[in-house]
Protein backbone atom coordinates (compact mmCIF):
# COMPACT_ATOMS: atom_id res chain seq x y z
CA UNK A 1 0.00 0.00 0.00
CA UNK A 2 1.10 3.81 0.00
CA UNK A 3 3.22 4.77 2.73
CA UNK A 4 1.48 6.80 5.56
CA UNK A 5 2.07 10.51 5.00
CA UNK A 6 0.30 12.94 7.55
CA UNK A 7 2.60 15.74 8.15
CA UNK A 8 5.27 17.60 6.11
CA UNK A 9 8.00 15.32 8.03
CA UNK A 10 6.52 12.58 6.89
CA UNK A 11 7.74 13.37 3.44
CA UNK A 12 11.05 12.27 4.90
CA UNK A 13 10.68 8.62 5.05
CA UNK A 14 12.16 6.00 2.62
CA UNK A 15 9.21 4.49 1.29
CA UNK A 16 8.05 8.04 0.14
CA UNK A 17 10.04 8.00 -3.53
CA UNK A 18 8.18 10.27 -5.42
CA UNK A 19 7.22 14.18 -4.50
CA UNK A 20 5.25 16.01 -7.46
CA UNK A 21 5.57 20.01 -7.44
CA UNK A 22 4.88 22.49 -9.81
CA UNK A 23 8.34 23.97 -11.90
CA UNK A 24 9.63 26.62 -9.45
CA UNK A 25 10.43 28.93 -12.37
CA UNK A 26 7.13 28.47 -14.05
CA UNK A 27 4.49 27.30 -11.99
CA UNK A 28 3.32 29.58 -9.12
CA UNK A 29 2.24 26.60 -6.50
CA UNK A 30 5.76 25.40 -7.12
CA UNK A 31 6.83 28.73 -6.02
CA UNK A 32 4.32 28.21 -2.86
CA UNK A 33 5.53 24.95 -2.71
CA UNK A 34 9.56 26.07 -2.49
CA UNK A 35 8.72 29.07 -0.09
CA UNK A 36 7.25 26.79 2.36
CA UNK A 37 10.07 23.91 2.10
CA UNK A 38 12.36 26.08 3.21
CA UNK A 39 10.59 27.36 6.25
CA UNK A 40 10.68 24.34 7.31
CA UNK A 41 14.57 22.78 6.14
CA UNK A 42 13.17 20.63 3.56
CA UNK A 43 13.62 22.14 -0.17
CA UNK A 44 17.16 20.45 -0.41
CA UNK A 45 16.94 17.48 1.21
CA UNK A 46 13.94 16.77 -0.64
CA UNK A 47 14.33 17.76 -3.75
CA UNK A 48 16.06 13.97 -5.44
CA UNK A 49 12.02 12.83 -4.46
CA UNK A 50 10.83 16.10 -6.71
CA UNK A 51 8.63 14.99 -10.01
CA UNK A 52 7.79 18.27 -11.77
CA UNK A 53 4.92 19.38 -13.20
CA UNK A 54 3.90 21.70 -15.76
CA UNK A 55 0.70 22.95 -13.91
CA UNK A 56 -0.99 22.10 -10.87
CA UNK A 57 -3.66 20.12 -12.18
CA UNK A 58 -0.62 17.64 -13.30
CA UNK A 59 0.48 17.35 -9.81
CA UNK A 60 -3.02 16.75 -9.06
CA UNK A 61 -3.08 14.20 -11.73
CA UNK A 62 -0.17 12.50 -10.41
CA UNK A 63 -1.15 12.38 -6.96
CA UNK A 64 -5.03 11.30 -7.80
CA UNK A 65 -3.11 8.12 -10.47
CA UNK A 66 -0.68 7.00 -7.53
CA UNK A 67 2.18 7.63 -9.44
CA UNK A 68 4.02 9.42 -6.70
CA UNK A 69 3.33 9.11 -2.74
CA UNK A 70 2.84 13.33 -2.46
CA UNK A 71 1.85 16.09 -4.10
CA UNK A 72 1.79 19.53 -3.30
CA UNK A 73 -1.12 21.29 -4.88
CA UNK A 74 -4.05 24.63 -4.41
CA UNK A 75 -7.06 23.32 -1.53
CA UNK A 76 -9.22 24.35 -3.87
CA UNK A 77 -7.59 21.65 -6.05
CA UNK A 78 -7.47 19.09 -4.13
CA UNK A 79 -11.40 19.80 -3.37
CA UNK A 80 -12.22 18.86 -7.19
CA UNK A 81 -10.36 15.15 -6.80
CA UNK A 82 -12.98 14.14 -4.40
CA UNK A 83 -12.01 10.75 -2.65
CA UNK A 84 -8.79 10.04 -5.17
CA UNK A 85 -6.75 12.29 -2.75
CA UNK A 86 -6.29 13.51 0.84
CA UNK A 87 -5.30 16.98 2.08
CA UNK A 88 -2.67 15.86 5.23
CA UNK A 89 -1.17 19.16 5.77
CA UNK A 90 -1.63 22.58 4.71
CA UNK A 91 2.33 24.14 4.85
CA UNK A 92 2.86 27.50 6.25
CA UNK A 93 5.40 29.64 5.65
CA UNK A 94 4.48 30.71 2.05
CA UNK A 95 2.95 33.75 0.83
CA UNK A 96 -0.65 33.64 1.03
CA UNK A 97 -2.50 33.30 -2.38
CA UNK A 98 -4.45 36.13 -3.04
CA UNK A 99 -7.05 36.31 -6.00
CA UNK A 100 -7.78 40.38 -6.59
CA UNK A 101 -10.90 41.86 -7.95
CA UNK A 102 -11.39 45.27 -9.27
CA UNK A 103 -13.02 46.61 -12.48
CA UNK A 104 -11.10 47.40 -15.34
CA UNK A 105 -10.90 51.30 -15.54
CA UNK A 106 -11.38 50.92 -19.55
CA UNK A 107 -14.74 48.56 -19.21
CA UNK A 108 -17.85 49.45 -20.77
CA UNK A 109 -19.56 46.97 -18.67
CA UNK A 110 -18.91 49.16 -15.39
CA UNK A 111 -21.78 48.69 -13.26
CA UNK A 112 -22.65 45.45 -14.27
CA UNK A 113 -18.50 44.86 -12.85
CA UNK A 114 -19.24 46.51 -9.63
CA UNK A 115 -22.67 44.53 -9.11
CA UNK A 116 -19.94 41.38 -9.89
CA UNK A 117 -17.75 42.50 -7.11
CA UNK A 118 -20.25 43.31 -4.59
CA UNK A 119 -21.85 39.67 -5.24
CA UNK A 120 -18.32 38.25 -4.81
CA UNK A 121 -18.19 40.19 -1.16
CA UNK A 122 -21.83 39.29 -0.21
CA UNK A 123 -22.61 36.44 1.85
CA UNK A 124 -24.01 34.81 -0.88
CA UNK A 125 -21.03 35.03 -2.96
CA UNK A 126 -18.60 33.98 0.10
CA UNK A 127 -20.67 30.74 0.23
CA UNK A 128 -20.14 29.60 -3.22
CA UNK A 129 -16.61 30.35 -2.87
CA UNK A 130 -15.96 28.52 0.53
CA UNK A 131 -18.17 25.57 -1.50
CA UNK A 132 -15.07 25.26 -3.41
CA UNK A 133 -12.71 25.37 -1.43
CA UNK A 134 -11.92 28.98 -1.07
CA UNK A 135 -11.33 31.30 2.73
CA UNK A 136 -12.29 34.59 3.53
CA UNK A 137 -10.31 37.38 2.41
Same mark, same amino acid.
Given at each position: ???????? =?????ADVKR /? @??? &? #??? *??????????????????????????????????????????? =?????????? /? @??? &? #??? *??????????????????????????????????????????????????
Open positions: GAPAVAAL =ADLNK /I @AVG &K #VAS *VPVGRYTQQALEATQQWAPLQPKFVFADNVRQVLDYVSRGEVE =AGFVYRTDAA /I @AGD &K #VRV *VATPQGATPVSYPIAVVGESRNKALAADFIAFVGSDAGQQVLARYGFGRP
